[in-house]
């Protein structure tokens, strides 16, 4: 059970989103231009940025829900989902997703962590300025999701199924269309 | 210099906004309303909080303009603000805040240190379900803007006059309304 009393049936951000849309909303707007909407970086890459933080930030909830995703948009391959979480560097990716991966690990333990070198390989691989941008971005950002999702206590059921459901409309609809099933109109817009 | 291409002369945060106005809008909508909207929290003890998480990163940018923040919101009380960062428990503020510090502290060092315990304690001392989850979300929510900052290796210039001003009109007019210096009137709204 939650510290706070959330509302009910709605797992992980969702019943946090649902107790205070103010927030919810540019928390939305925020994940929505960063895993979907335009971008050189397919979705696929960006979920599996998310992921493999939210899996280092030991947070089952966004680990389980962006995993989904992540696969939605890779033709199922779950596998790669979880190699990525693993041991990136010898999982059937791009060299440069993989180099960008390693940025966002660094940001996952500490800003100053990240170095010149790991951004000058990076770059070496083809990233642009705007996808390193995107990859810092992605990773802080998930740095909050998941305190904000464990931070709470929230509920975070065990059950796959609902996950890989779930993952598929989000790949699909984006994050700001599927918040409307549980915010008020005028807060998801 | 920074770790890519921003903007000259903006320095942490404001060339990283400048740079990627799409993601700038929600980050500042996010801030706004956790620091500056209404709320039963003072926008001094919000931004004391922003700054106590913000100095526990070792953010120098981040924790120096919302120590700026909050000292122009408690009256100039800048040896309140150095108090807060280095000793709360020994400072001069409520016994409800320095709860909600512990809670703070908590969620920056990773989401899953909070206890039933810590959340019980603030609730005993007078802190309602909505300051809870805020305190949760503005270190969470400092925990990305401190690596966004870091992790790009943005320029943080040492001019404490220049954080002073800065903060005394962040604590006037709120984080969307300066954020319309830099950046574009349709994204900034």
Redesign the interface.
């Known amino acids: 059970m939650a510290?706070?009393?959330l509302p009910e049936g709605l797992p992980g951000i969702r019943g946090?989103m649902a107790?205070?849309p103010?927030?919810a909303?540019?928390?939305n707007?925020?994940v929505e231009?960063?895993l979907h909407?335009p971008n050189s970086l397919t979705t696929g890459e960006r979920e599996l940025i998310a992921t493999y933080v939210s899996s280092e930030?030991?947070?089952y909830y966004c680990q389980t829900i962006h995993g989904a995703v992540a696969a939605a948009c890779l033709n199922g391959d779950e596998a790669l989902v979880k190699q990525v979480k693993v041991d990136f560097e010898n999982a059937e990716i791009s060299e440069k997703l993989k180099a960008l991966l390693v940025?966002a690990g660094?940001?996952q333990r500490?800003?100053?962590q990240?170095t010149?070198e790991d951004?000058a390989r990076a770059r070496g691989r083809g990233a642009t300025?705007?996808e390193?941008?995107?990859t810092?971005?992605i990773?802080?950002?998930f740095?909050?999701?998941?305190?904000?999702?464990?931070?709470?206590?929230t509920d975070q059921p065990r059950d796959e199924a609902m996950y890989r459901e779930r993952g598929k409309w989000l790949a699909r609809d984006g994050y700001v269309n599927v918040s409307k099933e549980y915010l008020p109109a005028e807060t998801a817009r």
Do not use: S
């Not at 740095?143 to 206590?153: A, I, Q, S, T």
């Open positions: 510290y706070i009393k946090a107790f205070r103010e927030t909303r540019p928390l707007d925020l231009i960063l909407g930030n030991d947070c940025i660094k940001v500490g800003g100053k990240v010149a951004v300025d705007v390193i941008h995107d810092v971005l990773a802080a950002a740095c909050m999701f998941n305190r904000y999702v464990d931070g709470l206590g």
